[in-house]
Structures are given as C-alpha cells and as structure tokens.
Nanobody
Framework: QVQLVESGGGLVQTGGSLRLSCVAS????????MGWYRQAPGKQRELVAT???????NYADSVKGRFTISRDNAKNTVYLQMNSLKPEDTAVYYC??????????????WGQGTQVTVSS
C-alpha cells in the first residue's frame, strides 16, 4: 500500500506563486512516475505535470512556462512550483504515484487533494 500526503495549497492573488509538496510512503516501486492532476468544479480531473523517476517532465499546455515539477527521490517527494498563477488555475490539486511493477503491471495511487484558489 502507498500513502500520499499533499501540502502547500491555499489562497493567492493573480500573478502569485505557490509550491505544492507530496510525500509518498509505503511500497514504492523503483520504476515509478509521480505527478500532479487537478480538478476544477464541474470539470473532469486533468493532468498538470508528471515526472518519471530518472525521466523527463511532461506538462499540460496550459501550465507550460509557469509551473515546474521536481522530485527528491531520497525523500519520495514530488513538488510543483506554480508561478504566475491565474484564476483558471483554481482547482483541487491531486498528487499521483504510478508504480510500475512490470512492463504490463501498474498501480495508481492518489492523495487526498489540496485546494488552490487564485483570486482575480
């Protein structure tokens, strides 16, 4: 089992910055991807950014150039630095961990979510 604990959400004005953190604990595969997704009211959950262990980051077009994902593998922690925030970034942000146990076996885990609100 895996537990993900997010922190760092809050209320910020347009143009401001926030940094989200997510600590993973439990059974973590050596091959894994950590990332962030978000869900705004009335909308589907969408990818924000993902970062495979030892790999290259992938970003949604809407956040490219403004958000940066990074990870500290020694601490099993993933971060999301969010700059130049816009009201449309308002959402609940969820941490995600994908364990790859083999070429065909994967297991997804989700955090409880942290609210990010950007005021205009």
């Amino acid at each position: 089992q895996v537990q993900l604990v997010e922190s760092g959400g809050g209320l910020v004005q347009t143009g401001g910055s926030l940094r989200l953190s997510c600590v993973a604990s439990g059974s973590i595969a050596s091959a894994n991807t950590m990332g962030w997704y978000r869900q705004a009211p009335g909308k589907q959950r969408e990818l924000v950014a993902t970062l495979p262990r030892g790999g290259t980051a992938n970003y949604a077009d809407s956040v490219k150039g403004r958000f940066t994902i990074s990870r500290d593998n020694a601490k099993n922690t993933v971060y999301l630095q969010m700059n130049s925030l816009k009201p449309e970034d308002t959402a609940v942000y969820y941490c995600n961990l994908v364990n790859y146990w083999s070429a065909i076996t994967r297991r997804d885990y989700w955090g409880q979510g942290t609210q990010v609100t950007v005021s205009s």
